[in-house]
Structure formats: C-alpha cells, structure tokens
C-alpha cells in the first residue's frame, strides 16, 4: 500500500517554464522530506518540512507543507535541463515508526 | 565518515536461482531500510532494523525474500527463488535514530542493481 501518492508520474517541458509537482496522503506526517534521484545514484535530500503551512525556497524550488500535514508540493520556477530526474516525497506517518517514499515524479526538462 | 556500503553493486541471475545482497550501515546508526525500487519509480521499504529488531517487513514478500541484521550492525537481503519481476535496484539506507524525525537524516547506499532472465 503506497500512502504517498506524487502526480504528475511524468512531466516533460521547456527550459524556462515553471511547473509543480504533487504529494499527497490519506494519513498525518510529522515531517516530509523531497529528494531528488538521478539514474544510478541514491535519492539526495533537497529540503525538510515540519510545520503544517511552512513554506521553504531553495533557489528556483519552493516546497509548501500543507496545513493538515497531509500533502507537500514543489515548485520549480524557470526550469533548467539540470532539474532533471526523479522528484521523490518521503517520511513517516504519524505512528507508523516506518519511512515511506512517494510513488515519484519523473521530471525532463529540455533544453 | 564512511557512507552507507552495498555489494554487488551488479547481479545478473537466472530465474529460480538465488542472490544475497549486503549491508554496512554508516558505524553507530541505529536504524537500517531496505527498499526496491523499480526503475523509474519510487523506492518501496521491504524492511525497517531497529538495531537488530523489525520495525517493519510488511511489504517483504517473505515466501522468497529474507533480511537479517547481523548484531544490529551488517545486514544481508536474500532472494530465493529469483522471479523476473524482482529485476530492480535493491537500496539499503541508514540513519542515526530510529525514527524520521526533523534532523534525523538518512543516508543511502548507491544500490545494488539486480537483472533477473
């Protein structure tokens, strides 16, 4: 059962347009992390989110928290082909004890 | 610090045969993950250590997949029998505390890719 569902599953667009990718749950998170994965690498972290409305920027990539703790979105603003690569949500669910990922977004950014 | 250390890093086997994957998690943490992933798609937890304890193997399919956490320190994943649908990468993180906390960060081995024909 994957708790954390991310839509689009697929995006492809031009350098310089902005997009948003989705996370959403049934279920309350204490935190939620973003990472991001490119092909034969583990995912890296890019950001952590623990207050429910908590905004954070990291450059051109905003990451919303949502206020129930249910849902998280990252937005990216002029896109550039180096945001490529898998976009992945993840934490743990209010008294689960267990670290899930979401089902990823697969992000191609052409240049 | 060392990172998180899987080997093989490539394992191509038949189908019905068997593959071992291990683990050395980064030296004093005190959770280890296992998880699939298929390419493409988001990493699914096959197992949680807790030192040496099971926080959760849910998703472990155990009538072919097994997991021990040797002394809550090394960790093996076996497969036996191999199916086609277990091609994937096999990734093994750690993390300081046992639970995902704000500041407890995971860390990821680069994954042990498995091809099953």
């Known amino acids: 059962t994957q708790l954390l569902e991310q839509s689009p599953q697929f995006l492809s667009i031009q350098e310089g347009e902005n997009l948003t990718v989705y996370c959403n749950s049934s279920s309350v998170f204490s935190s939620l992390q973003w990472y991001r994965q490119e092909p034969g690498e583990g995912p890296v972290l890019l950001v952590t989110v623990v207050t429910g409305g908590e905004v954070k920027k990291l450059k051109r990539l905003t990451f919303q928290f949502g206020d129930a703790r249910k849902d998280s979105s990252l937005h990216i603003t002029a896109a550039q082909p180096g945001d490529t690569g898998l976009y992945l949500c993840?934490?743990?669910?209010?008294?689960?004890?267990?670290?899930?990922f979401g089902t990823g977004t697969r992000l191609k950014v052409l240049a | 610090e060392a990172g998180v250390a899987q080997s093989p890093r490539y394992k191509i086997i038949e189908k019905r045969q068997s593959v071992a994957f291990w683990c050395n998690p980064i030296?004093?943490?005190?959770?280890l993950y296992w998880y699939q992933q298929i390419l493409g798609q988001g990493p699914k937890l096959l197992i949680q250590?807790?030192?040496?304890?099971?926080?959760?193997d849910s998703q472990l399919p155990k009538d072919r997949f097994s997991a021990e956490r040797l002394k809550g320190v090394d960790s093996t994943l076996k497969i036996q029998p191999a199916k086609l649908e277990d091609s994937a990468v096999y990734l093994c993180?750690?993390?300081?505390?046992?639970?995902?906390?704000?500041?407890?960060?995971?860390?990821f081995g680069e994954g042990s890719w498995l091809t099953v024909v």
């Open positions: 993180a750690s993390s300081p505390r046992w639970t995902a906390l704000s500041g407890n960060t995971i860390y």
């Open positions: 993840a934490g743990e669910a209010s008294g689960t004890y267990k670290y899930i």
């Open positions: 030296s004093g943490h005190a959770t």
């Open positions: 250590f807790q030192n040496n304890g099971v926080v959760d």
